[in-house]
């Protein structure tokens, strides 16, 4: 069974900085692609950031292209999620997502609240 544990969230001034953690366990790491969601109070989830099993290629939401960077320890069965710069509008709720590349069947954390103060 896929668990997805995500830490690494918190309260911050707009300008700082947290960086995400998510823990997986019940799976074979190197066969899934790894992303991060957020969802905001009354807006549909959305996709952050995303990266390839073996870590080669990765992909961002335009909005925060420089600012986040997604990166992967296949040993350590963990991705993380930098954020820099942040703002008021990337507060929300962040979900790491695990997708089978083989099976295609996704799996989905509990979430971390992420809360940028003005």
């Known amino acids: 069974q896929v668990q997805l544990v995500e830490s690494g969230g918190g309260l911050v001034q707009s300008g700082g900085s947290l960086r995400l953690s998510c823990a997986a366990s019940?799976?074979?790491?190197?066969?899934?692609?790894m992303s991060w969601y957020r969802q905001a109070p009354g807006k549909e989830r959305e996709l952050v950031a995303s990266?390839?099993?073996?870590?080669?290629?990765?992909n961002y939401k335009d909005s925060v292209k420089g600012r986040f960077t997604i990166s992967r320890d296949n040993a350590k069965k963990t991705v993380y999620l930098q954020m820099d710069t942040l703002s008021p509008e990337d507060t929300a709720v962040y979900y790491c997502?695990?997708?089978?590349?083989?099976?295609?069947?996704?799996?989905w954390g509990l979430g971390t609240q992420v809360t940028v103060s003005s």
């Open positions: 997502h695990a997708l089978n590349t083989r099976t295609l069947y996704p799996s």
């Open positions: 990266i390839s099993e073996s870590g080669s290629i990765t």
């Open positions: 019940g799976l074979t790491f190197s066969f899934y692609r």
